[in-house]
């Protein structure tokens, strides 16, 4: 691979990815989220921002680099080669492949902002939770489940303000208590983007209202349950003991890419039901659903695999010369992350419109 210069590689694949655009069929699916993120301004705006803080706080709040700024060894004195760069790119092509049907949204310190506004019950959050919980569970036992949430708040904010060190036993542990809140966050954030897109969609003569969409997802998203589980199970584990650039974490990424791949209308219809009729129902319909329309599915993934390997080789080559721990680096790599979001948002639109109006009906 390095026999070819690096610029040749990336100009490749930037042509290669234009190219595709131009042919494949879903161009007009494409104007259509689009159009949806252009219409919602605040949306791209608000995971981007969200993005680029998170990149900010992992890197003056852990210590750690952004991921495009650790290509090693370079210390600043040249661009990376292809070798060094590819790893980077496949996993963040990897990664970005299930964004649109699973959490996107990195909670911290975004999360922190949640917290307190379910607190103070703002625009009547806590009350909707409440509402979303009992739709499957009886009061008494939603009490004790906002209980344990509450305390899992509590452990994740004790998490990002760095308050158990690096430990084992303080910043994992506490870590890995304050998963299931952040489970969460990160769920509420993916269904009040899809809510808002899937809605959108079908009332382009009124502007949603921020709050109603707010309620609405804050009351639906506990149907996600299952997903919040595993990612309180899984996440920590992962972040504590895998490098972001092992072999290990590339297969496990690629499994829940293809596992999301094969339930992911499952989102959208447990988020567009008025009433929750059960999980069941719910992923028998997604099913049924992928076994008619899997064509499109398989078109979405191999759009979405082209689009952020090409952005992760682009951008991870642009910045792997500068020196990991600079504040260049820092400022270069949140910059990268808030296009990184605003763009994940515009295919999460691509994907509602999908379901919208080629599926639903």
């Known amino acids: 691979?390095?026999?070819?210069?690096?610029?040749?590689?990336?100009?490749?694949?930037?042509?290669?990815?234009?190219?595709?655009?131009?042919?494949?069929?879903?161009?007009?699916?494409?104007?259509r989220g689009f159009q949806i993120v252009k219409r919602y301004r605040?949306?791209?705006?608000?995971?981007?921002?969200?993005?680029?803080?998170?990149?900010?706080?992992?890197?003056?709040?852990?210590?750690?680099?952004?991921?495009?700024?650790?290509?090693?060894?370079?210390?600043?004195?040249?661009?990376?080669?292809?070798?060094?760069?590819g790893?980077?790119?496949?996993?963040?092509?990897?990664?970005?492949?299930?964004?649109?049907?699973?959490?996107?949204?990195?909670?911290?310190?975004?999360?922190?902002?949640?917290l307190a506004a379910l607190t103070v019950n703002f625009a009547g959050m806590l009350r909707e939770l409440r509402d979303g919980i009992e739709a499957f569970v009886k009061p008494k036992t939603a009490m004790w489940v906002l209980v344990g949430f509450s305390i899992s708040g509590v452990l994740h904010a004790g998490h990002v303000f760095g308050v158990g060190g690096e430990s084992f036993w303080g910043g994992f542990l506490l870590d890995q208590g304050g998963?299931?809140?952040?489970?969460?966050?990160?769920?509420?954030?993916?269904?009040?983007?899809?809510?808002?897109?899937?809605?959108?969609?079908?009332t382009l003569r009124r502007n949603l209202k921020k709050t109603e969409i707010l309620k609405l997802a804050v009351r639906r998203s506990p149907r996600l349950w299952p997903v919040i589980v595993g990612y309180a199970v899984l996440v920590p584990s992962v972040r504590e003991f895998l490098p972001?650039?092992?072999?290990?974490?590339?297969?496990?990424s690629a499994c829940l890419a293809l596992a999301a791949a094969v339930f992911a209308f499952l989102q959208l219809d447990l988020l567009g039901e008025k009433r929750f009729s059960g999980w069941r129902q719910s992923v028998g319909h997604a099913l049924d659903l992928q076994r008619r329309h899997f064509q499109w599915?398989?078109?979405?993934?191999?759009?979405?695999?082209?689009?952020?390997?090409?952005?992760?080789?682009?951008?991870?080559?642009?910045?792997?010369?500068?020196?990991?721990?600079?504040?260049?680096?820092?400022?270069?790599?949140?910059?990268?992350?808030?296009?990184?979001?605003?763009?994940?948002?515009?295919?999460?639109?691509?994907?509602?419109?999908?379901?919208?109006?080629?599926?639903?009906?």
């Open 1 to 31: 691979m390095d026999a070819i210069p690096t610029w040749g590689w990336v100009i490749g694949a930037a042509l290669s990815y234009g190219l595709l655009i131009r042919v494949q069929p879903m161009r007009e699916l494409f104007g």
């Open 42 to 85: 605040h949306l791209p705006l608000c995971a981007g921002g969200i993005f680029a803080a998170h990149a900010l706080w992992l890197f003056y709040g852990k210590g750690e680099p952004s991921v495009v700024a650790t290509i090693g060894e370079n210390g600043g004195s040249g661009l990376a080669r292809l070798s060094e760069v």
């Open 87 to 114: 790893p980077f790119a496949v996993l963040g092509m990897v990664d970005g492949v299930h964004r649109p049907f699973l959490a996107f949204l990195p909670a911290a310190p975004f999360s922190l902002l949640i």
């Open 179 to 202: 998963a299931f809140f952040e489970g969460y966050v990160s769920l509420l954030g993916q269904s009040y983007v899809v809510l808002f897109a899937a809605l959108g969609l079908v």
């Open 244 to 252: 972001h650039e092992s072999l290990v974490r590339l297969i496990l």
């Open 297 to 361: 599915t398989i078109w979405f993934c191999l759009i979405c695999m082209v689009h952020w390997l090409v952005f992760h080789l682009l951008t991870t080559w642009l910045i792997s010369g500068l020196a990991p721990f600079s504040v260049w680096a820092a400022m270069t790599g949140a910059v990268f992350a808030f296009l990184e979001g605003a763009i994940a948002v515009w295919f999460i639109g691509i994907w509602a419109a999908l379901y919208q109006e080629k599926l639903a009906h």
